[in-house]
């Protein structure tokens, strides 16, 4: 007869951090932790001690980083850039005070952000290019290499090229794109979308189309494996993970990690082990590893504390967590 164990616990590795407002996303810059806050703060954290500034004015609704900077957008139609130390710098305003709800960055520097219907790309020279799409961008992503950015919209991806007078290219598929990520090594391009699903293409001179559903909430957390083999998802009672060995997951069953009587919210691969971070509608959060299955209590499920922001130090060694009601903290691993 089977027994079912309880996973064994990490909880007394967590510090927690009372960051007091939403957490939209967490970062890691360098040694500082920095938290972007749903009032438009950044929270910053180390070593114990904790400060914030104000970034946007008003609601703050994006956030993402290079590693070096935070770089939030927010309903006051700014982009802003957070760094470890000193004042936020303002990146970029919109005139017309339009909301920015879509950024991102490369490693090299670029940045990307939409207003409207428009997306503006900026190099790490400096030199601005701007296109419009045929609907309001929802999820953007610059490719692992090259200056290339994937931009999700109605009906499929735009794959632009903003230093070239190259026509764009669109990976269709009918239905409302919300987020899209490239693997690592960009031979695939993938969506979360509206209607419960994935969409993947494999890119090359015919590009294939990939459809991963039976979700049954929308997966807008996506996680890549560090060697690109596994893509990790939420919208579900567990961790759906994708394989991508070979050519991407089209006939293939997903692993399902981390099963509970709870809707996962958020993803995160280590960043050099298979070893999975799960966070869920009811602040539980999960460590699972692929190889075997086994699972690490992380932090007990604590009603109205759903978690909505996850970052590995560049290590492996820390990982921070975020949640809707403004509880936060860092797991640091036995041995790290």
């Not at 991806?157 to 239905?175: I, M, R, S």
Request: with cysteine; hydrophobic share 40%.
């Amino acid at each position: 007869m089977e027994t079912i164990t309880k996973p064994v616990s990490l909880r007394e590795h967590v510090v927690p951090i009372e960051a007091g407002e939403h957490v939209v996303g967490a970062f890691w810059l360098k040694q500082t932790l920095a938290f972007a806050l749903a009032d438009g703060r950044v929270l910053r954290w180390r070593d114990g001690e904790t400060f914030s500034v104000e970034a946007n004015r008003g609601g703050l609704l994006c956030a993402v980083s290079d590693g070096e900077r935070l770089i939030s957008g927010g309903d006051d139609g700014r982009v802003v850039a957070t760094s470890a130390d000193g004042e936020p710098q303002e990146r970029a305003l919109d005139p017309k005070r339009r909301w920015i709800d879509a950024v991102t960055v490369s490693l090299a520097g670029s940045l990307a952000w939409n207003t409207g219907r428009t997306v503006h790309a900026r190099d790490d020279k400096g030199k601005l290019r701007s296109i419009e799409v045929a609907s309001t961008p929802q999820g953007l992503a610059f490719a692992p290499k090259g200056y290339r950015l994937a931009i999700a919209q109605m009906n499929g991806v735009l794959l632009w090229y903003p230093n070239t007078e190259a026509k764009p290219d669109f990976l269709d598929w009918k239905g409302s794109h919300l987020e899209v990520t490239w693997s690592p090594d960009g031979r695939f391009v993938v969506s979360a979308m509206q209607e419960n699903a994935l969409h993947g293409w494999r890119l090359g001179d015919k590009p294939s189309h990939m459809r991963m559903t039976g979700y049954p909430a929308k997966p807008r957390s996506l996680s890549w494996s560090h060697d690109g083999l596994w893509l990790a998802s939420s919208g579900a009672d567990a961790a759906i993970v994708w394989p991508f060995q070979g050519d991407g997951p089209t006939g293939k069953a997903p692993r399902e990690c981390g099963a509970r009587h709870a809707k996962v919210t958020r993803v995160a691969f280590h960043p050099k082990a298979l070893v999975l971070a799960i966070g869920y509608d009811d602040g539980c959060i999960l460590m699972v590893r692929l190889t075997d299955a086994s699972e690490l209590l992380v932090r007990s499920a604590q009603r109205g504390s759903g978690i909505t922001a996850f970052a590995w130090d560049k290590l492996g060694k820390r990982l921070a967590f975020g949640a809707e009601d403004g509880a936060a903290g860092v797991l640091t691993l036995p041995g790290g």
